[in-house]
């Protein structure tokens, strides 16, 4: 199926139509706290070890970065950047790291946008750690030993997962399975927007997350990123960004800021771009 027929808003035999699950985050209202990242842990048992400095083996499916515009008292300013998986969508489908596995042990979901983790086919080559440019992916290189009476914590709609595979986030597409289960008992196809968020959109105290289906021009997320689907989703929200936007990934990840200082940092394009310019003038 083309990407074209899967976006079409229209019904035919009773079916939905085609979801294009995306996310705003306003860097504007995030003071980093950190909310998002544990309750992301805790939703998707997402495991730890007791020395969590070394971050190289750390497993964090949302990680906080913190951005500076690198200048002195009194124009000093500071930005935390959240980042999931981006859920790329690539050429039609073909994001970077689906494209690479030779196990087919992640697959982009023409019927929802969402990159998907099969646990049980991954046997951890890790080409999609290395075709990820947001390394948004981590490698497990322990099983998860969970500290006594902690194993009473773990939620039975994610899977645990073993060492020697990759992990990331999945937009807790669990939520969204629960979700489609109650509404078929109800007789209904079509999930209300509210009835399908993320972990970490509820976590944030900021209400800095925004999630939705960026198809429907009635969910806040389409309303605040305003994605042109005829441009690969760019936004047409003068204040929003997506990172690293000229690699062609199409992200579902949208980033909404005022500081144009910000906005720049969000693709590393722009400073090779500029020092072009000034060489050639």
């Excluded at 027929?5 to 860097?27: F, P």
């Excluded at 730890?48 to 002195?72: A, G, H, P, Q, V």
């Excluded at 009476?149 to 645990?160: F, I, Q």
Aim: aromatic content about 10%; glycine content about 8%; some cysteine.
């Amino acid at each position: 199926m083309s990407q074209g027929h899967s976006n079409s808003n229209s019904t035919e035999k009773g079916q939905s139509r085609a979801k294009k699950y995306g996310m705003v985050i306003d860097l504007d209202k995030c003071t980093g706290c950190g909310s998002c990242m544990v309750a992301c842990m805790q939703e998707n048992n997402v495991p730890f070890k007791e020395d969590e400095t070394d971050k190289l083996l750390s497993l964090t499916w949302m990680r906080i970065y913190k951005l500076s515009n690198k200048k002195s008292f009194p124009d000093a300013d500071i930005c935390y950047l959240p980042r999931p998986c981006m859920h790329c969508e690539g050429h039609g489908g073909h994001s970077p790291c689906v494209s690479v596995c030779p196990a087919t042990a992640t697959d982009y979901s023409l019927e929802t946008g969402v990159v998907s983790q099969i646990y049980t086919r991954c046997f951890g080559c890790r080409y999609c750690m290395g075709a990820c440019p947001y390394h948004a992916r981590y490698f497990n290189w322990w099983d998860p030993v969970w500290p006594k009476g902690m194993e009473k914590s773990l939620s039975p709609n994610v899977s645990v997962r073993m060492r020697g595979i990759v992990e990331k986030c999945s937009f807790c597409y669990h939520r969204r399975q629960l979700a489609l289960e109650k509404a078929h008992l109800e007789g209904r196809r079509e999930l209300a927007e509210d009835e399908y968020q993320t972990s970490c959109t509820q976590a944030c105290p900021a209400g800095a997350i925004t999630f939705g289906d960026l198809f429907n021009p009635e969910h806040a997320v389409t309303k605040i990123a305003q994605p042109d689907h005829h441009l690969a989703g760019r936004p047409q929200n003068p204040d929003c960004f997506r990172l690293l936007e000229e690699l062609g990934t199409n992200p579902k990840v949208y980033y909404m800021t005022t500081r144009k200082w910000v906005r720049k940092l969000g693709d590393h394009y722009f400073g090779k771009k500029e020092g072009k310019r000034a060489a050639a003038h």
